[in-house]
């Protein structure tokens, strides 16, 4: 097992194959978050998803016959207490 140098540059990622990561740190140094891959792919299935169903729901609205309004044949009557 390799033991920590601090004088050596730390070259291997932990996560190699993934081929990309981001992360982000707040102005003080820490880290705030990690972005993977993992993430872009969810956030791009939830874009397409968002998208179908916006579609479908405008195609559904459109084609939907429009309720009709009859107008009334006597006036309101007027509640008086």
């Known amino acids: 097992m390799d033991k920590f140098d601090p004088s050596k540059p730390h070259t291997r990622l932990d996560n190699s194959s993934s ?3 981001v992360q982000v740190y707040s102005g ?3 880290l705030l ?3 993977d891959p ?3 792919w969810a956030f791009l ?3 397409g998803f968002g998208l179908l169903l916006a579609i479908i729901w405008l195609n559904l ?3 939907s016959s429009a309720p ?3 107008p009334a044949t006597t006036p309101p009557q ?3 207490d």
Do not use: P
């Open 19 to 21: 081929g990309w990561l």
């Open 28 to 30: 003080d140094h820490r």
């Open 33 to 35: 978050c990690v972005l």
């Open 38 to 40: 993992s993430h872009a």
């Open 45 to 47: 299935l939830g874009c």
């Open 61 to 63: 609205a459109r084609y």
């Open 68 to 70: 009709t309004c009859k």
């Open 78 to 80: 007027m509640l008086v």
